[in-house]
């Protein structure tokens, strides 16, 4: 699918770290750099040493126009591709809490437009986008919004848009959890007598190697936690306190899952 990107071109609207991972991705997937055109007001050396077309307009029909500023910039920066609205290019839009009805009316009702939830690990490539589309999408749009995204790890589709701010809150804002329970995981290993750097060390190991087996394994997680917990040993009596069921890591993770939730959707008015 990214021969027709390379054919007809893509335009980059915004290149910050996750645009830098997108096109990262694209250009080591074959895509040359003179089919890309950035938008980038403070680009990196990176960027400017890319070959891409940087800050040059943009062609007259490109494939794809993929929108990857904040939010907060996006009604500033849409004018700039406003020209190529209820045609045949392909509109998609990384940005959270900017609707699908926003861009129909930024861009013009009849434009394509596909609205993706990527995730940081993009960066590293080993992020998860779950991707919807409106109804002037088709399936070959759709799967070269797919084939785009897919250049930075995993892909879902989603039934529709309602479901965008569930994934936001569980897979957008989901490293952050992560990243939290590294820091408390650390912290109760120094209240155990650790020092804060093995603590650290320990507990960023154990997150990343159990993630790397959870991907790699083919059991379920439920029985790769079954796996490592004896019966009355220390695992059981650490797992008796996560797993209750009006205090433990289910009731919480719940909340704070429905908080990002409610937001996304307070966003998106």
């Not at 915004?14 to 750099?33: I, R, S």
């Not at 929108?67 to 020209?83: D, E």
């Amino acid at each position: 699918m990214l021969e027709q990107v390379a054919r007809d071109g893509l335009v980059l609207l915004g290149c910050g770290k996750m645009g830098t991972a997108l096109l990262t991705g694209w250009l080591a997937a074959g895509v040359p750099a003179r089919s890309v055109w950035v938008i980038e007001p403070d680009p990196s050396d990176w960027l400017s040493a890319s070959g891409v077309h940087l800050n040059k307009g943009v062609p007259p029909a490109p494939a794809v126009a993929l929108l990857a500023v904040k939010p907060q910039m996006m009604g500033a920066a849409l004018p700039a591709l406003a020209a190529l609205g209820n045609g045949d290019t392909l509109f998609v839009s990384i940005a959270a809490g900017t609707t699908i009805a926003a861009f129909e009316a930024a861009l013009g009702d009849r434009t394509p437009i596909v609205r993706t939830m990527p995730n940081t690990p993009a960066m590293v490539n080993r992020g998860i986008t779950a991707l919807c589309r409106n109804a002037h999408v088709t399936d070959a749009g759709m799967e070269l919004a797919v084939a785009l995204m897919a250049a930075v790890g995993e892909t879902v589709i989603l039934d529709g848009e309602h479901q965008i701010d569930a994934v936001t809150a569980v897979s957008g804002s989901g490293p952050a959890y992560v990243f939290h329970l590294i820091e408390a995981m650390a912290a109760a290993g120094v209240a155990e007598g650790l020092s804060a750097d093995v603590a650290m060390k320990l507990a960023r190991a154990t997150v990343c190697g159990a993630g790397e087996l959870a991907l790699r394994s083919e059991e379920a997680a439920a029985q790769l936690r079954v796996n490592v917990t004896s019966p009355g040993g220390t695992t059981a009596a650490a797992l008796a306190v996560l797993m209750d069921a009006g205090t433990g890591l289910p009731p919480l993770m719940r909340r704070a899952v429905k908080a990002a939730a409610d937001r996304g959707r307070e966003l998106g008015k």
